[in-house]
């Protein structure tokens, strides 16, 4: 993204003007805008009329009084190109394309969404095929139809890929403050990537929300979600595509590329997003960091007025890896003066009715209870229904909880048993004071320990390294490349720090008489026979030279009957392996205009059973590497197992990062690459069998 266009987006969001092309829908559009409170000047344009219900209307982009600094574009698509153009020639700030049919359509979409683009030029553009952007700090709703959001003073930004997502999140009864939310369509100019980047500069912004389908520039999007780690602004990811059908839709929906689901799940654990599974814990989570009052540890004391809900609290704290510590003997006895006989005085504190409504009992049980050393405070608080006549003691609760927190210096939020129990009264009161709302104590406490484990993590992975490195984005290639034999794959990898056996290569009829140390292996070498223990080209544990000339002849006819066009010409003699403590297997991924993935996994013929297995985005760290291998689930035989010895993991690490240094120097030709078994000892690590496939060098792309 140019300055030009950067400077443009900052006005697009923050604008002092805002115009409308189109027709009665647009002037409702503008209307809501001012009912909104946006402060600025407003135009309509439209040729037919000379005002549309009461709004006056402009008769062309060119007879505007000036530039505005954000347009909503409701035409047709050829019109669209039209208006885009003569907004660009004025110095508009940024406009929103609402017209679909570009490169979501096919190959003519794609041209005219070409066509756009240049007709754009520096000016912001969001879209095309997409909903708009509202914008609650500044009162702007550059958005077709109705919403039901309202001004803030800080809150969330949402970027999603589809426009009824963003209707539904405005419309929703969960009082999440939004401060922008954006549906951004095809991504045309302005995507997920180049919104966070200048989003993040903004301090209302206290959390980014994202509904993705596909992501347009994963270089972008690393640096910008490696920005709001630095910065300690939480990202949470709702990531649709996962099954074959979803990533289908969506690249019918946005021409957006889901990728492999494994990469995105990469991607996200490098950069620290936290991943969702649905709406409600994409929302809650953000409720959880919109006041920007993030918790400073795991450590939780939790009140409730009931054992049943101080039951499910203990659950759902555990599953979600918050701690409760107990209560002091201090804690103990000052609620023994205010608490019934059958209290139980443990966290969770289960205060029962008994103080219900009884201001002095309820402040001094909440001030026994925050004096702890717990990092944070819950209360479950469920509201009856209005016509009982019983909510203002649930509202004295509450005040003297919120009141408490301030006192005693502590984050905290409120939840209830059921989320339509936490009425919006209740939320908007809590909201205002900095305390998060959730709303059902399964869904509330998965979402605080979300955000726990985020701040837990987040110094980690800034010291490791790895998420201020930008991932590498390899462009597709032509044809199926170039297969190397195992010796040639061996020595190019041998070269950048792979340890490999010291073999011999030769030719059948000369092989008996190498010196090599025996016992050894032996194995044809042709870059056809990737699989050579199906073949039959693979002899082991050869004790001297007639068994090596038998061995030979055997796998003379073996690959004769396997493969017939197979020309039995080289053989590559090796010494015998010792045996190791495990056999990985270490891979090179190439996801297309996605990622280059170094895979690190149990490897040796159970490769397919054990299916155990994880992926690292390149470039990568050695930390990065070390914390992977030891991440799987077959780790434990690397760390002493039975009384076995400990593998050298520097060696190891050593021999992976020999891997992807090779993948990284040929990024833009590497199509395949596979290191199965590398056998891992105590004193070193070894290659017994490589493979790699090239294609023609076209450098890798960096956005």
Not at 278 to 305: M, N, Q, W, Y
Not at 587 to 598: P, S, V
Not at 642 to 649: K, T, V, W
Request: glycine fraction near 10%; hydrophobic fraction near 45%.
């Amino acid at each position: 993204m140019s300055q030009a266009i950067r400077d443009n987006l900052k006005r697009l969001l923050a604008p002092r003007h805002l115009a409308f092309i189109g027709g009665r829908s647009m002037a409702r559009a503008l209307r809501r805008c001012a009912e909104g409170g946006f402060a600025g000047e407003m135009w309509l344009v439209n040729p037919q009329y000379s005002n549309i219900d009461g709004v006056p209307c402009v008769a062309c982009v060119a007879e505007l009084p000036c530039a505005p600094d954000a347009v909503f574009i409701a035409t047709n698509r050829e019109l669209t190109l039209q208006a885009v153009a003569g907004l660009a020639t004025l110095g508009a700030g940024g406009a929103i394309c609402y017209a679909s049919g570009f490169a979501e359509t096919g190959e003519e979409g794609q041209r005219l969404q070409r066509q756009l683009l240049d007709a754009a030029g520096n000016m912001a553009l969001l879209g095309p095929n997409c909903y708009g952007l509202l914008d609650y700090l500044h009162g702007s709703a550059l958005w077709p139809v109705a919403h039901g959001g309202r001004k803030v003073e800080k809150g969330v930004a949402v970027l999603t890929q589809s426009g009824n997502f963003a209707y539904n999140l405005s419309m929703s009864d969960r009082s999440l403050p939004v401060a922008y939310m954006a549906s951004v369509g095809n991504q045309a100019q302005l995507g997920v990537a180049e919104l966070m980047a200048v989003l993040l500069d903004d301090p209302r912004v206290t959390a980014i929300g994202l509904h993705l389908e596909g992501l347009k520039n994963v270089p972008g999007f690393a640096r910008a979600a490696h920005k709001a780690l630095e910065k300690g602004i939480p990202v949470v990811a709702l990531k649709t595509g996962v099954s074959q059908i979803g990533a289908e839709l969506a690249l019918s929906h946005t021409s957006s590329l889901s990728g492999s689901d494994a990469l995105y799940d990469s991607l996200f654990r490098r950069l620290g997003v936290i991943r969702v599974s649905g709406p409600v814990s994409f929302i809650e989570t953000l409720k959880a960091a919109a006041c920007g009052h993030l918790p400073t540890g795991d450590r939780l004391v939790a009140l409730a007025c009931s054992g049943g809900d101080a039951g499910l609290i203990a659950d759902y704290a555990e599953r979600n890896h918050l701690s409760l510590p107990k209560l002091t003997a201090g804690q103990v006895a000052q609620l023994g003066e205010v608490l019934p006989a059958y209290a139980n005085l443990i966290n969770p504190l289960d205060f029962t009715t008994a103080i219900w409504g009884d201001e002095s009992a309820l402040r001094t049980m909440l001030d026994a209870a925050l004096t702890s050393e717990a990092d944070a405070a819950m209360l479950v608080l469920d509201y009856p229904a209005e016509f009982t006549g019983e909510r203002k003691e649930c509202d004295l609760l509450l005040e003297l909880f919120s009141a408490a927190l301030q006192r005693h210096g502590k984050r905290g939020f409120v939840t209830s048993a059921l989320p339509e129990l936490l009425p919006a009264h209740a939320r908007e009161r809590l909201h205002a004071q900095g305390i998060a709302a959730l709303q059902g104590v399964e869904d509330g406490l998965a979402a605080w320990g979300r955000i726990v484990a985020w701040q837990q993590n987040r110094q980690q992975l800034l010291e490791l390294g790895e998420s201020a490195l930008v991932p590498l984005c390899p462009r597709a290639l032509d044809g199926e490349g170039q297969v190397l034999d195992e010796w040639h794959s061996k020595q190019a990898l041998r070269a950048f720090g792979l340890p490999v056996p010291a073999g011999v290569l030769t030719t059948p009829e000369r092989a008996a008489h190498q010196v090599v140390a025996y016992p050894l292996v032996l194995k044809a070498v042709s870059a056809h026979l990737p699989h050579k223990t199906e073949a039959g080209a693979v002899a082991l544990n050869l004790k001297d030279a007639d068994a090596v000339a038998s061995a030979v002849a055997a796998m003379r006819e073996r690959i004769k009957a396997f493969a017939p066009h197979v020309a039995f010409d080289q053989v590559l003699l090796e010494p015998m392996a010792e045996a190791p403590l495990a056999e990985l297997i270490v891979g090179i991924k190439r996801e297309n205009d996605f990622a280059l993935a170094l895979v690190i996994g149990a490897g040796g013929v159970l490769v397919e059973v054990l299916k155990d297995s994880t992926s690292l985005l390149l470039p990568t760290t050695d930390g990065a590497i070390r914390q992977a291998v030891l991440g799987l689930r077959s780790a434990a035989l690397l760390q002493g197992f039975r009384g076995r010895p400990a593998a050298d993991l520097d060696a190891l690490v050593a021999a992976i990062r020999a891997v992807a240094d090779y993948a990284c120097e040929n990024a833009g030709r590497l199509l395949e690459l596979d290191v199965n078994p590398l056998m891992v000892g105590a004193q070193g690590t070894t290659a017994v069998d490589a493979l790699i496939r090239l294609g023609q060098e076209q450098g890798d792309r960096h956005a």
